[in-house]
């Protein structure tokens, strides 16, 4: 049973940064994601990496602030966030692509499981 926890998230004041992490059990996945879903919206790609290529992709809100790095033969997968600002308020999931892949994969039902997700809150 494939297993991602997230941790990392908190309260920070606009500006600042955290860097949250992602600790996946033994397995082999292609793809590893982050997503975030703010309250009343609804789930949206943050950024991913592909294993294979170690390729990065982010989504234009957070491109410049936001970078995603991971280390395959550990199964860890962090971002780290710079710049922070209110909007970036969300719980943040980790997401985990176990079939195989090569492209960037951006939407949910590209990854086959999830985190429980970690609360970033971001002050003005």
């Known amino acids: 049973q494939v297993q991602l926890v997230e941790s990392g998230g908190g309260l920070v004041q606009a500006g600042g940064s955290l860097r949250l992490s992602c600790a996946a059990s033994?397995?082999?996945?292609?793809?590893m994601g982050w997503f975030r879903q703010a309250p009343g919206k609804e789930r949206e790609f943050v950024a991913g990496?592909?294993?294979?290529?170690?390729?990065?992709y982010y989504a234009d809100s957070v491109k410049g602030r936001f970078t995603t790095s991971g280390d395959n033969t550990k199964n860890t997968h962090t971002l780290q966030m710079n710049n922070l600002k209110p909007e970036d308020t969300a719980l943040y999931y980790c997401?985990?692509?176990?079939?195989?892949?090569?492209?960037?994969?951006?939407?949910?039902?590209?990854?086959?499981?999830w985190g429980m997700g970690t609360k970033v809150t971001v002050s003005s």
């Open positions: 033994e397995g082999t996945y292609y793809t």
């Open positions: 990496i592909n294993w294979d290529t170690g390729t990065t």
């Open positions: 997401a985990a692509r176990t079939r195989y892949s090569t492209r960037s994969r951006s939407r949910a039902d590209e990854y086959d499981f």
